[in-house]
């Protein structure tokens, strides 16, 4: 079971990582006391701080990959070469039946 201090560690990790790549920037002088542009406002929010403390932002990433993954062997399923054979089969039952009303 995933619970919050498994995620809890896991953001840090990823967020310790980007750190060190360099994708995630650190804290850069001072901040602007209210951020005006759009990019001002996404540098400053404290993003791994809520996937790290709030439980909706902390499942939210886990949600995305479970459901993915449902959905697509859903989707493998019933587009299954059999499944889409019997489909066609029924449809064919119902466009006959129809034609000779």
């Known amino acids: 079971m995933v619970t919050p201090n498994v995620l809890q560690v896991f953001y840090s990790v990823v967020e310790k990582t980007l750190r ?11 901040h ?9 406002k996404i540098a400053q929010f404290p993003m791994f701080h809520y996937m790290k403390y709030n439980n ?17 062997k859903i989707h ?15 449809q064919r039952k119902i466009a006959e039946k129809e034609a000779h009303h």
Do not use: C, H, Q
């Open 56 to 72: 909706i932002w902390m499942y939210y990433p886990l949600g995305w990959v479970v459901g993915f993954y449902l959905f697509s």
């Open 32 to 40: 602007m006391k209210f951020p005006y542009t759009l990019s001002a």
């Open 20 to 30: 060190e790549v360099g994708i995630l920037a650190g804290k850069s002088g001072r």
């Open 76 to 90: 493998n399923v019933v587009n299954s070469d059999a499944n889409v054979r019997s489909w066609a089969e029924s």
